[in-house]
């Protein structure tokens, strides 16, 4: 039969007790949050731990941000030039086409009596061109003999008018056979289509339009005061939501008057022969003129009922003071309107002492 072996103790106790135990050991406890505390202070930066600060003027480049879309200038539209019926066209909405792609045709009983009627035009305008040029000749070689300068005078009159009609009615015939084909006069995308493959159609009707990728530009309305600021000739940044790289744009107009909902527009068109992505949207981003402009901690700005205030530290005590905001840079805020450089402003626990009086007034119920 087996015996257990005892259990080994799990600490080997020394001859002398007290020469194994922490000096500590019967010292009082003392709590750990003190050091925690300190550890987390020396952390933050040197201005949050200071009460106030100075608003001072830093150079900077102000900027401005608004939702766009980016829309086309203007739509191409192809038209007919006489009348027809359509033939081979087949042209959907949404379709890219080329500059001088071949997009249908014409034909039918209308075209082709247009299209001889110009042929029987031209025929006779030849035929008299060259009556008109042997009459010229004849005259001259019996001139001054037999020919009078009135004569001579009258038959090259007669060449003349016939050549004129002659190049008009080549003309024409040349435009009738241009106008036969119908081609898109510039490339893009097809964005709407009123007219069908067999369909008849008169002279100045639009059968398509083409929005060109060369002619857009961004539209965004920016609002409050920032909306004042903007001029033409500022440059920026469109950034398309749906990814994709920036696009460099100047401002080029400036909608006046404001909106009905108080904003203003802004026309925007990209720089250095770059793209718009047609039909995207995104933001707009503007940079202006670099300028001096007062900034304060971004901690010492309050927000109340829509509106923002700092606490203004003077020798008489604290004040509220209605402020503009602008841009946020890092841990700093510049300020638009409402301070000026050199007043002190509350930084510390600015929230809770600008809400202290709310405390005060509080009566609890019965």
Not at 121 to 135: D, M, Y
Not at 215 to 234: D, E, Q
Not at 273 to 288: D, N, T, V, W
Not at 292 to 312: D, M
């Amino acid at each position: 039969m087996m015996v257990p072996r005892p259990l080994r103790p799990l600490l080997r106790l020394s001859a002398d007790p007290l020469a194994t135990a922490s000096p500590h050991r019967f010292a009082p406890h003392r709590p750990a949050w003190p050091v925690a505390a300190a550890a987390f202070f020396l952390t933050l930066p040197a201005a949050a731990l200071q009460p106030y600060a100075v608003a001072h003027l830093r150079k900077t480049a102000p900027s401005f941000s608004s939702y766009a879309m980016v829309r086309p200038i203007g739509l191409v539209p192809v038209r007919v030039l006489m009348d027809g019926t359509l033939k081979g066209f087949r042209v959907i909405p949404g379709e890219r086409v080329q500059k001088g792609e071949v997009l249908g045709r014409l034909s039918g009983p209308e075209h082709r009596r247009e299209l001889s009627a110009g042929r029987a035009a031209l025929q006779r305008a030849q035929a008299e061109l060259s009556l008109a040029a042997k009459q010229e000749r004849a005259v001259k070689r019996t001139y001054p003999g037999v020919s009078s300068l009135q004569a001579l005078l009258a038959a090259r009159a007669s060449l003349s008018e016939a050549r004129a009609i002659f190049h008009a009615d080549e003309s024409r015939v040349s435009l009738l056979r241009f106008a036969s084909v119908i081609r898109a006069p510039a490339g893009g995308t097809v964005t709407s289509v009123s007219a069908q493959d067999g369909e008849s159609v008169t002279s100045g009707t639009v059968l398509l339009r083409i929005q060109n990728p060369h002619s857009l530009w961004v539209y965004g309305a920016f609002y409050g005061p920032i909306a004042f600021k903007i001029r033409p000739g500022m440059q920026g940044t469109f950034q398309p939501a749906g990814g994709g790289p920036a696009v460099a744009v100047s401002v080029r107009s400036v909608a006046s008057p404001l909106r009905p909902d108080g904003g203003e527009g802004v026309g925007c068109l990209p720089l250095n022969g770059s793209r718009l992505p047609a039909g995207e949207a995104g933001m707009l981003q503007l940079k202006g003129a670099a300028q001096e402009q007062v900034v304060v901690p971004t901690a010492a700005l309050i927000l109340r009922g829509g509106r923002w205030y700092v606490l203004i530290h003077g020798k008489t005590g604290t004040r509220r003071q209605a402020v503009i905001p602008g841009d946020r840079s890092g841990s700093v805020t510049t300020i638009l309107k409402g301070l000026r450089p050199g007043e002190r402003v509350v930084v510390r626990n600015a929230y809770l002492e600008f809400h202290r009086h709310v405390a005060k007034a509080y009566t609890p119920p019965d």
